[in-house]
């Protein structure tokens, strides 16, 4: 229910098909509104998410991830008998236990060991781009986006390659679980995948301590070595699914996104195509513009006012930072796709404050190198007319097909 301070916006339904179809066709000029099909304050200033996100006190992760429609008894049984508990990742939790996870994992992503993943990133795209049929239309999404980040972030991991497949159709189950509004019968499926996909990370963990190898969670492993107590085995366990999922729906967004906006206007490819220094600044503009995680979630702990609303404790906050990016008191003529702004990179697709995504520069660099990839190759690469589908859930957004063509250059 809202509070009387409240707008309430009757028709937002950001599950809908149009919605989904066009998010920014309900940018709206209210700081904050209450959506009743969601339950869920909607909050879509930058300066207000900012404050949030930089406010763990007063601010709980615990929404992150929560299911958006109460789920069936028997899903719910599934999940927890599967370990899957309604903060279920470093993502929901809070200090001290969201210090304990985010510790060991940021490791892996600094910015000397993202670069050192270049070479490996380079040959991937290289690969995938030359396995490609350019000969007739094809979809960039199943050739390039989507096997890009898969590839990096499982074989990073650790997983064996033959269980990629299964891995990838589990974060399907994921997104929708966690997302989206899936009926009870799609709910008993996708709790039966998650406890499936948890119980492989425990089985991972427990045979890599046995068979090490040059990966992530071998290196976990090794901490624990050091220190059982520090980081178990049931932690690195969810590390990995954390990074499982993370590191990889969001950058094939991210890459579909890119090339999608850049293609629309053939001045921007042709920007880029002629000037590669540009390639940076296209994968922030995209982030500002049409970011791949538009939505991210936070729970009130006590009372609060935002943008003049009171919101009482224990509410859902739906912080819009798709809206954040078009917010023009800090982005000027920001419906303007600039690959030259200069506070693009400042946009809040990453999050901010203690929970800021560790991938960040991972993504970007595999959307840089794909980015690059394809304009060195096609040059004069083009959008097929088309109806782009996004998958129904409320965070993670990118075309799920993408359909291309690549006329020889003259
Ligand atoms: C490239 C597109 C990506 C976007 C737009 C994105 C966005 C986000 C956002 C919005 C958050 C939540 C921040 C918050 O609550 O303050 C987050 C957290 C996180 N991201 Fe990303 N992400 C991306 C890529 C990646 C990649 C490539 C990885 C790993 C390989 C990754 C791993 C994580 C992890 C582990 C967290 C949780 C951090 C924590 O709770 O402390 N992300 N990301």
Redesign the pocket.
């Known amino acids: 229910m809202a509070t009387a301070s409240c707008p309430v916006h009757e028709d937002f339904d950001p599950l809908s098909d149009d919605f989904l179809a066009d998010p920014f066709a309900s940018f709206t000029d209210a700081p904050v509104f209450y959506a009743p099909s969601i339950d869920y304050y909607v909050v879509t200033r930058y300066r207000d998410i900012e404050a949030i996100?930089l406010n763990p006190q007063d601010y709980s992760?615990a929404a992150?991830q929560l299911p958006l429609v109460q789920l069936v008894p028997e899903a719910r049984e599934i999940l927890l008998a599967g370990g899957h508990k309604p903060q279920p990742s470093?993502?929901s939790l809070d200090p001290p236990d969201?210090t304990r996870l985010?510790r060991p994992?940021a490791r892996a992503?600094t910015p000397r060991r993202v670069e050192a993943m270049r070479p490996r990133i380079q040959a991937t795209v290289d690969e995938l781009l030359d396995a490609v049929d350019a000969t007739q239309p094809f979809d960039l999404v199943s050739t390039l986006t989507f096997p890009l980040?898969a590839t990096i972030?499982f074989s990073f991991m650790g997983v064996p390659e033959r269980d990629w497949p299964q891995l990838k159709k589990w974060c399907g189950s994921r997104a929708s679980l966690g997302w989206g509004r899936p009926a009870p019968s799609e709910q008993v499926e996708h709790a039966t995948n998650m406890a499936a996909y948890r119980g492989y990370l425990r089985q991972l963990v427990t045979a890599k301590a046995d068979d090490r190898a040059d990966d992530f969670a071998s290196a976990l492993l090794e901490i624990h070595d050091e220190d059982p107590d520090a980081l178990t085995h049931e932690e690195i366990a969810s590390i990995l699914f954390?990074?499982s999922f993370?590191?990889h729906e969001?950058?094939n967004y991210?890459i579909g996104n890119l090339v999608r906006r850049l293609l629309e206007d053939r001045s921007r490819w042709d920007a880029v195509k002629n000037d590669h220094s540009l390639i940076g600044g296209a994968v922030d503009e995209t982030?500002r513009f049409d970011?791949?995680?538009p939505v991210?979630r936070r729970m009130t702990k006590r009372a609060v006012t935002i943008g003049g609303v009171e919101i009482p404790e224990g509410s859902k906050l739906f912080l819009w930072?798709g809206a954040s990016g078009h917010d023009a008191s800090v982005f000027g003529e920001p419906e303007s796709f600039d690959m030259t702004r200069e506070n693009a990179h400042r946009c809040l697709?990453?999050?901010?404050?203690?929970?800021?995504?560790?991938?960040?520069s991972?993504?970007?660099l595999e959307?840089r190198l794909a980015l690059e990839g394809l304009v060195t190759r096609w040059p004069e690469l083009r959008l097929e007319e088309q109806e782009i589908p996004f998958h129904p859930n409320i965070s993670f957004r990118g075309p799920l097909q993408l359909w291309v063509s690549a006329p020889a250059s003259a």
């Open positions: 996100f992760a992150a470093m993502v969201h985010r994992a992503f980040p972030v954390s990074l993370a590191g969001t950058t991210l982030l970011t791949s995680v991210w930072l697709a990453f999050g901010k404050g203690i929970h800021y995504c560790v991938g960040a991972l993504g970007k959307a």
